[in-house]
């Protein structure tokens, strides 16, 4: 695709997510997936890591029960009936509120970190903060549930997917949604029927 398709791409993402009323493209990616595999039904209890501008939480509360937000950074959406936010850094261990709330069915994960420009640096730092998100997975998210996350691609990253994420899970497939930009290294692992964690303590 040339340059100037990409970015036609680009403005259609951005301007569609004003028309509907979200923050950012970002929601795209998720909807993308979300209508292939029918992440996000009715009831389900969702927490959405690395959430502002709040996008993907805006998202989810459409689509499924009850949505909680995790972010140092304030979103840009209210709060509602369906949708909650709260500002707590991931590398940290969940606050007992939030403990107290679980298990939730589906874990969001669209954190990234600060990046450097220095692609292999910038991986490493990405599947850093997967591990903090399969950390709340572990205390938080339900037998059987789903997470979604993105990472960075890198050296490191096939290796930590088939010897840390895979083997939590009974599936897990990657994604590249369109709205992914062109030069992006990111993508998405969909992971599907959490194992658990036996001696888990809630």
């Given amino acids: 695709m040339a340059i100037k398709d990409r970015d036609r791409v680009d403005e259609h993402y951005a301007r569609l997510a004003k028309k509907e009323g979200y923050p950012a493209r970002s929601v795209y990616k998720l909807k993308e997936i979300d209508d292939s595999k029918r992440i996000l039904r009715p009831g389900h209890k969702v927490l959405d890591l690395g959430s502002s501008p709040g996008s993907w939480s805006l998202y989810a509360s ?61 991986s490493l730092a990405s599947l850093g903060l997967v591990r903090a998100a399969l950390r709340w997975a572990a205390l938080l998210l339900e037998k059987d549930g789903t997470m979604l996350f993105k990472f960075f691609q890198g050296e490191d990253s096939q290796s930590f997917l088939k010897e840390e994420a895979s083997p939590l899970f009974g599936r897990l497939t990657l994604h590249r949604p369109k709205a992914v930009r062109k030069r992006s290294v990111e993508l998405y692992a969909l992971c599907q029927g959490f194992k658990g964690v036996p001696d888990r303590k809630k």
Avoid: C, W, Y
């Fill in 62 to 122: 459409r689509k499924a029960g009850m949505v909680v937000g995790v972010d140092l950074v304030a979103p840009a959406v209210p709060e509602g009936p369906k949708l909650s936010f709260l500002t707590h850094d991931i590398n940290t261990d969940p606050p007992q509120g939030l403990r107290a709330m679980a298990p939730f069915q589906v874990l969001l994960s669209d954190l990234a970190p600060k990046t450097s420009g220095q692609k292999a640096d910038d």
